[in-house]
């Protein structure tokens, strides 16, 4: 079997973006369906390969144009989404109706319409999980509800959650794919529903479906809207950034390019049935430690002393503390493991963000 024909769903912001220019230069015919008209990365399509893409403006609830191309694709890169984490969307009405709306959408034109659809690829995320795995040595593994209370009778503030059951301190342990989906930010669960909405449709259709389970992706062509390009903009004006916590608060940074090499690298694989991937580095990393390396790098690109993160100890009710995954199944299935390092990535990351801000040598 061959997808000579793809369909890319949100296709013009960063995954999207590189994953266009790399499927084009396969000889893939690609469309992209966006409510964007350009990429937000457009340096990253071969020229000789920008007559293989079409980008088609529009929104996933418009049913005859979703249909029409739909019909036309052999595989779907299911990349739309509206983004936000705990406490950060101020409408949820509108973000589920966008998130889900659009979902149901595409549920009704496979089940209702004569197409050729094999494949879904569906970008979800591991915010699903919510606090993930911890070890606890009297209980073994745990899963600690999220934090929207602390306990502030202590002298210092302990800002890891306590075990569940014994109250004993706990440690982050792997997240694995078969771990309860416990997110319930308004983001979260509006992946899980969708995760779950496709699932339904592709055992009934028949169409096979890879679940990809990202990490915080970031790199060239990042939204300016994500709150770690913040952390850019903080650096470029030589301001230190305010981590709250006490900033040992981790996320799973993975870099874009390792990201598009997972999905052609599952695309390739053509599994059967139902497949459930974190995609990720499998290499946690505290916010202090990445918002150091940000400025350190920018410091370095611009030949200027970094102003390095300072924490205000303020509690973010709802955040994830951490939620350390495992990569090993996306391993097994690709033989592929990320290949960018932090500091290498971050660094790939501040010569785009600078350029993009048209500064160069000492301004």
Known sequence: MTFDSVLITGGTGLIGSHLSGKLASRGHSVKVLSRNSRFSVPEVIDKSAESQIEIIAGELDNRQLLEELVNQSDIIFYKAASVGSAGAVENAKDF???????????????????????????????????????????????????????????????????CPKCGASIVPADTIEDSERLGESTYAVTKRAQEDLLIGTCKLLGIDLSIFRYGTVI????????????????????????????????????????????????????????????????????????????????????NKEPALPTIDGRFTPGDVRHCHTDCGKIAEATGLTPQRNLKEGVSHLVEWFVRKKRVAGNA
């Open 96 to 162: 589920v109706e966008n998130n889900l709306g659009a979902t149901a959408n595409l549920v009704d034109v496979l089940r209702a319409s004569k197409h050729k659809v094999k494949n879904i690829i569906l970008g979800s995320s591991i915010s699903v999980y919510g606090e993930g795995v911890y070890n606890c040595s009297k209980c073994g593994l745990v899963r600690p509800p999220l934090r929207y209370k602390l306990d502030t009778s202590k002298s210092k503030i302990d800002w890891d959650p306590p």
């Open 219 to 302: 790199g060239a062509g990042q939204s300016w809207h994500n709150p770690f390009t913040r952390f850019l903009e903080l650096a470029l004006s030589g301001e230190a950034p305010v981590l709250h916590e006490d900033g040992k608060q981790s996320r799973d940074f993975m870099f874009v390019d390792d990201v598009v090499k997972a999905n052609l690298a599952i695309m390739d694989k053509q599994l059967s049935g139902i497949n459930i991937f974190n995609v990720s580095s499998g290499d946690s990393t505290s916010l202090m430690d990445f918002a150091t390396t940000i400025a350190t790098e920018m410091g370095a690109a611009l």
